[in-house]
């Protein structure tokens, strides 16, 4: 089993968790990965999906939130201009985002035969990082076949992280990055609810990087300007308007942040998030349609989580990474290793 922050002693925040300490912790949402390792190529696909049916028909209200937009995501101006996610979304590298938005929408259509005839076309959504330092990223190695692999392998429970899927090739404040998650469980009239994070980290500068007891593990790797990226994947079943949910995931930033990342120029930082607790079915008929959301006096506790979860999936992703030598004998070390060697 990999490791996480918490295997180490670091804890971030407050709140509780939820069971797993994963995004999956919110009810209906799976995760997926396909791993490529193949000599210089290293790289793969995850796939986030926000419930088992047809997303095409029954969306989930959605927004995302550019940080720093030095990115090539696909699908986030709709996201944000109808509110809604009506695709899983996949991540992977750079160089891949088109392959994965064809596979997505040959998906979409196999289950949906009117889509593009006799109704709108379908929005697909991917998300990126950059692996090149550690994987042959002209290669373009991801394949749509790669892709269905990650949509089918999709489960609930615990997530893999660290050297998986997108995260294969990724690195993070000098150390391995990867796949990362985390949870927090929150009481809104006397129900349990969850929100969590999954990030595909690929950001922050040598040196820069502070866990919550002030120290500063610094990896032995030559000094590089800050040109990374980070996705971020944030969801919960508390239903929210538009608006509050692109106002939590705003949030997402704050815990980069704690980090010591400062968003520098050439890395992407986007955050895209949705909630399960307002769907949206395609085929509705009624004029009006009625929908709850969050008492706004409630929503602190909906920032701190995502705050915190944002900042233990980060530390997650690179405890679980294992040391990893890829693509011209590049090198990146483990969290991990560092905290062994500092206990």
Sequence with gaps: MSASARDFGIVCGIMPTGTHNAITDVPGVKVGHITIREGNVNTGVTAILPHDGNMFRQKVLAASESINGFGKSAGLVQVNELG????PILLTNTLSVGTCVNALIKRAVAANSDIGRTTSTVNAVVGECNDGPLNDIQAMAVTEDHTYAALDAATSGAVAQGNVGAGTGMTCFGFKGG?????????LDG?????GTLVLSNFGRKGDLTLPDGRHPTPDFPDQPEKGSIMMIMAT?????????Q???????????RLGAFWGHGSGDIVIGFTTGVTIDHDQKPDLVAMQALNEDKIDQLFRA???????AILNSMCAAESFTGRDGNSRKSLADWFKLNS
Excluded: F, M, N, W
């Excluded at 998650?181 to 929150?186: C, H, M, P, Q």
């Excluded at 106002?247 to 942040?257: F, L, N, P």
């Excluded at 995502?306 to 233990?312: D, I, L, R, V």
């Design 84 to 87: 809604s996610l009506e695709t």
């Design 191 to 195: 129900k349990d609810y969850h929100l």
């Design 306 to 312: 995502a705050t915190e979860s944002t900042q233990e």
């Design 237 to 245: 079943d508390i239903p929210l308007e538009h608006r509050q949910l």
């Design 247 to 257: 106002r939590v995931i705003r949030r997402c930033g704050a815990g980069i942040a």
């Design 179 to 187: 796949i990362g998650t985390s949870s927090r469980r929150i009481k």
